[in-house]
């Protein structure tokens, strides 16, 4: 990519339902004063012939950069990057402005007027593609052994995969032979006795195997760098840390079982869970006689319960094949399905193993040597004997093993004990490979052979992966990048980041400066946008990039219209889809769709009050269950909280920004919080645009650049897992007003620069400017002149005369 | 004969000439135009400013030719065919009728079927009304069917997103739009791609049923 940017706009009448709506030679002639290159409009150009004559004037005038005002860009931006690559144009080179969605299908005024709003958004378009910048993508290198941690059973499968494909790995287990594994499958995998012979072919083939490499299973100290280059520290039984390196990382993570609770139903010696069964089994002790397996505790859900009565019918077959005296039952309730074959109910008729539902309404009731149940064919009670009555046992929750893990890698812990990786969901062009694996029952109770599979199925991703580092494939398309002389290394981002996409660093490292784990990475944005000290930057979406946006825009925009942020999830898609639905809302709306609202800069809103907008409005997914990236819009919450209260320091009016919640298909909620927001605005003035609010408005602007507000902002989020709030506050109204008081503080700060850059002043005399009453400045002025951020220039009438210090 | 040989010659080298430039010459309505191989006849006529409706078409995805409303009569050498434009290649010399009796008639047909088949989406009534069908002799089973079964939304989520977190479930007139098993898709990333392009209005209610939250 060239950095002269050469921009071709190309405007789209879209057969009539753009062109008739707005007039597009008008839009072309508000242009005129633009930067661009080439201007042309087309019937369709997104069909053949369109993509042709644009590929063409694209040639003829060496564009390097794209702007089509058109239609959705979630949806035809795949077409139009498919269709330019021939003449060089990549993804980030296009830009598409919605005039079909965002304002010809929405809007009710004229084709002049929406002509104007049309060259509104375009502009900010274009002056975002004009701070594009250049990068190279950086190829990783993808050296070295695949670590397999977590010790769970999988991890056995992914071994030999990877080393029949020829790659080592280092595995770590809980025992370090064959038998041993074996031994205590049945914690993790009650039931799966039946299969313990291909287990013990697949696990002598691990053991043996030279490309595997075996270790025990020590307490993970760190784990550090990212895809391609990791290293983890094990903390040794002496204290000391060795480091072990690796490309990937797969984590095989098993659920183990505790025993059931069988007091209350008592029976001695001839009642018992499943694990007790297990160790009679591995002893060899098969007592004959009737066995009952009553799969009860509907408390552990369907999944459980499934796994348990498929457990039950797996040891019954184990023990009739061993004993014929063995008559067993399988008592499970009637709402699930036991996914057996044909073959299998034939296998079970012949030896004599009775499966049998119940009716999961009525608890059955055990009597001695009896237990009465209900069947859901009759509805009536019948009966069954037993000898001995076996009960499922009880899925634990994740091994400490997973508390460790947790720390470094983006696995959260889910409802029910399971963990799952990061629920972000990306469109897969984000991030094209699955780079972290994840298996085993930890992630959702299954059978072994799933596991098993799950195990596998990893090894062939970290292949994949390989495979795609020696064709010098393995580049990440979004790109994160940290500049190191910004960077002060306080690890706010590591913090927030939901992606694992910030690498972590070793503990008592001191701050030294973030690496990006650009294979995770999500392009989310929060943590650009949180970053105290401004130097994280997501290329191609950059800060700059929306600032230069909403700048051009605002400025073009007339005294009564707003600003809409709309992420690219909840807010983007409904607010199309009102357009398709054929709902209508003001033309006072100017819509910049962004990818998470997380990725707003506080600065960037502050901006858009500087440049005179009159209102704000933030359309997110609803917080906790459905951010896209599991907290970005929370922060989001926290920077245009801290904008109203920056307002209300400034006598302006609180209400000129809300932040709203929208859901994917939800086009009247949007509609509705458009026209909420547009009505509240319509009763307050435009904003003064007198030097007094001018400089308050750029201390504000000041203030949401200040580390110490970004730092606060970035730290208060409390996720709603938390019971405590950040810091040493202790509730609600404690955590506001130490935010109140910094923000407070520094916007004093702030307006005294401003004050100062202008002239020299006294104490007194600034008072008078900034109409706050001496006693209040006079600590932080203070302040400022011990650090020397101002400077006493020489002494009037007893008060020293400040000036700007050099710092 | 010598004459002869001359035209024979002359033609030969106005057909090299029309091979040189690329272009493909035809005519749609009347209308001399020019198209470049690989282009449909649908595609020529909307770049020409001709209109043909269509349903299950979408420029983000390749055309199918499912919902048969874009049909065009092709004539050639004293031939005529009824074609989907949407899939149907340029060819040069052909003339192309797009509102003839007989293509009308095809959609009305179509029209009127679709009314049956899904009688609650207002697109497609207002659709099947632009065109003069205002009722349907068809059976109509399920009034509250919105979904015209054109696939379009199935396809957007392969070819646009990438997840097939839809598909189309069951055949013939069984066919309906449905996530793998029955069951509400962990793969969607509910970036409600399927709602923008639906043309009938039917994914709003069936997004809840094939997205899981």
Known sequence: MKNESKIGIFLCEC??????????????????????????????????????????????????????????????KKRFTKGLAPVGIERQQIEMINLK?????????????????????????????????????????????????????????????????????????????????????????????????EMADLLKEAFAHPLIKVMPDQPIDYI??????????????????????????????????????????????????????????????????????????????????KFAAMAAWRDSLVMARENPLVKPTVLYPANITLPLSGADLLEARGHGISLQSYAPEVHPVVQSGYMSFVSPSDNLEHEVQWDTLVVPG??????????????????????????????????????PDESLFFTGSAGGLCDLNEVLQQGKKAAQGVLHLREKARQGRLVSPVVVHVDKDLCEGCGLCTEICPCGG????????????????????????????????????????????????????????????ILGFVCGWGGLSSAEQAAVKGLTYPTGIYLIPVNCLGSIDPSILSLAFLNG????????????????????????????????????????????????????????????????????????????????????????????????VRWVLGTSLRRPTEKVFPGSQFNAVDADETMLDVLKEEYTVSRIFKALSDQALSPPELAKVLEEPAKNLTPILTDMAKDGRIVAQSWEKGYPLYALGKK | MSAKKTQKAKESKKAKKEKDDGLIRFKINGQAVEARAGWTILET????????????????????????????????????????????????????????????????????????NCPASHQIRELAKEHGVTSTRFKVEHPEDACPRCGLCVRACDEVVGVRAISLGNRGVFKEVTAPYNQRSMECIRCGTCLYVCPAGAMEQLFPLVSAP
């Open chain 1, 394 to 431: 009880v899925p634990g929750d994740p091994a400490a093993k997973a508390e460790e893990l947790l720390r470094w890698l983006p696995i959260y812990p889910e409802n029910g004990g399971r963990l799952k990786k990061s629920h972000i969901k990306f469109w897969p062009e984000q991030l």
């Open chain 1, 15 to 76: 057969g009539g339902k753009i062109g008739n709506r707005i007039d597009l030679p008008r839009v072309c002639e508000l242009m005129r004063y633009e930067p661009w290159a080439h201007l042309a409009t087309h019937p369709y150009p997104c069909l053949a012939p369109g993509l042709e004559a644009m590929k063409a004037e694209i040639q003829a005038k060496g564009l390097n950069r794209i702007l089509i005002g058109g239609c959705s860009s979630r949806v035809m």
């Open chain 1, 101 to 197: 969605d965002h304002v010809a299908a929405v809007h009710e005024a004229t084709p002049q007027e929406l002509a104007r709003k049309a060259a509104t958004l375009i502009s900010g378009g274009l002056a975002s593609l004009r701070l594009l910048e250049a990068y190279k993508p950086v190829s990783l290198a993808f050296e070295g052994p695949a670590l397999i941690l977590g010790g769970g059973i999988s991890g056995f499968a992914a071994a030999r995969e990877l080393s029949r494909q020829g790659m080592a790995s280092i595995l770590f287990a809980k025992s370090l032979t064959a038998e041993g594994v074996l031994d205590a499958l049945y914690r993790t995998f009650p039931g799966c006795r039946l299969y313990c012979g």
């Open chain 1, 502 to 561: 910030i690498e972590h660093v070793k503990p008592g490292s001191g701050p030294v400066p973030r690496e990006t784990d650009n294979h995770l990475c999500s392009g989310g944005g929060t943590c650009a946008a949180t970053c105290p000290y401004e130097a994280i930057k997501v290329m191609n979406n950059t800060i700059q990039q929306l600032e230069a946006r909403v700048k051009a825009m605002v400025t073009q925009m007339q005294e009564n219209e």
């Open chain 1, 613 to 708: 907008v009159k209102g704000i409005m933030l359309a997110g997914c609803t917080p906790t269950h459905s951010c896209h990236y599991h907290y970005g819009v929370d922060h989001s919450w926290y920077r245009v909280n801290a904008l109203k209260k920056l307002l209300s320091l400034a006598g302006l009016e609180r209400q000129r920004i809300a932040v709203g919640y929208v859901e994917v298909n939800e086009p009247e909620s949007f509609v509705r919080m458009a026209e909420s927001h547009l009505d509240t605005l319509e009763k307050l003035p435009p904003l003064p645009r007198d030097d007094q609010t001018m400089a308050k408005l750029w201390a504000i602007h000041a203030t949401m650049h200040r580390p110490r």
């Open chain 1, 224 to 305: 550090v760098g990212g895809v391609g280059d990791y290293h983890l520290g094990l903390r040794q039984p002496d204290g000391n840390v060795t480091e072990v390196d690796g490309a990937a990382i797969i984590v095989a993570l098993d659920r183990e079982f505790g025993s059931a609770n069988i007091d209350y139903i008592g029976g001695a010696g001839r009642v018992c869970d499943l694990l007790d069964l297990e160790e009679q089994l591995v002893e060899g002790e098969i007592k004959p006689g009737k066995v009952l397996f009553w799969v009860n505790s509907p408390e552990h859900g369907v999944a459980a319960q």
């Open chain 2, 45 to 116: 006529a909307r770049q020409n400013g001709i209109n043909i409706p269509t349903l299950c078409f979408h420029p983000a995805v390749e055309p199918i030719g499912s919902c048969r409303l874009c049909v065009v009569e092709v004539r050639q050498n004293g031939y005529s065919r009824v074609a989907a434009s949407c899939i149907t290649p340029v060819q040069g010399g052909v003339e192309v009728l797009t509102d003839t009796e007989e293509v009308l008639n095809v959609r009305r047909w179509v029209l009127e079927m679709l009314l049956a």
